[in-house]
T-cell receptor, first 116, second 117 residues
Framework: AQKVTQAQTEISVVEKEDVTLDCVYETRDTTYYLFWYKQPPSGELVFLIRRNSFDEQNEISGRYSWNFQKSTSSFNFTITASQVVDSAVYFC?????????????FGSGTKLNVKP | GAVVSQHPSWVICKSGTSVKIECRSL??????MFWYRQFPKQSLMLMAT?????????EQGVEKDKFLINHASLTLSTLTVTSAHPEDSSFYIC?????????????FGNGTRLTVT
């Protein structure tokens, strides 16, 4: 069965610190997709990144970077030089292959508090 | 700007009444939309898949007679919580795939916070 685990419930850092949010997933599909979303206090979920199971290349986008390792079924998210505006709940999600595309499984989320 | 609009943002209703939540896709047609529910400090749980022109597909454990879904047009899906009770109080969020018919990332609405007194 599909499952996403975000073991870190809440993390607090001081501005400019680096922080890594962990995500571990379980799936029997050989083709799958992984996502990260940000949910600020306003409630709207903001899409950050999507990776497919065949692309393990790490990705960097500004202060954000993602480390995808199939060997450990992990898709971790690092924010470098964190800022107060990064404070939000971050969700990792997994979806199946195209024939089952509507099944998005979300982790429980990690609340990030960035203090000035 | 937002590509999925959800209304209302919040609603307070009395136990036993029904509440309708609207989800609209802006600037694109959505043959499929999804309704999620989020309890405080918890994850999003998929409730149902709303299909334009056909019946919604409900996830296991979701009461279809309580959570009525109507996908009236290619840009509008509604979720009606019938005979609401305090335990229905939650944050309801709709979404639609950026590219229909695929597992592309989802556009999410801003959510509706329902409080049943």
């Amino acid at each position: 069965a599909q499952k996403v685990t975000q073991a870190q419930t809440e993390i607090s850092v001081v501005e400019k610190e680096d922080v890594t949010l962990d995500c571990v997933y379980e799936t029997r599909d050989t083709t799958y997709y992984l996502f990260w979303y940000k949910q600020p206090p306003s409630g709207e979920l903001v899409f950050l990144i999507r990776r497919n199971s065949f692309d393990e290349q790490n990705e960097i986008s500004g202060r954000y970077s993602w480390n995808f390792q199939k060997s450990t079924s992990s898709f971790n998210f690092t924010i470098t030089a964190s800022q107060v505006v990064d404070s939000a709940v971050y969700f990792c999600a997994l979806s199946g292959p195209t024939y089952n595309f509507n099944k998005f499984y979300f982790g429980s989320g990690t609340k990030l508090n960035v203090k000035p | 700007g937002a590509v999925v609009s959800q209304h209302p943002s919040w609603v307070i209703c009395k136990s036993g009444t029904s509440v309708k939540i609207e989800c609209r896709s802006l600037d694109f047609q959505a043959t499929t939309m999804f309704w999620y529910r989020q309890f405080p400090k918890q994850s999003l749980m998929l409730m149902a898949t709303s299909n334009e022109g056909s019946k919604a597909t409900y996830e296991q454990g979701v009461e279809k007679d309580k959570f009525l879904i109507n996908h009236a047009s290619l840009t509008l899906s509604t979720l009606t919580v019938t005979s609401a009770h305090p335990e229905d109080s939650s944050f309801y969020i709709c979404s639609a795939p950026m590219i229909q018919g695929t597992n592309s990332p989802l556009h999410f609405g801003n959510g509706t916070r329902l409080t049943v007194t």
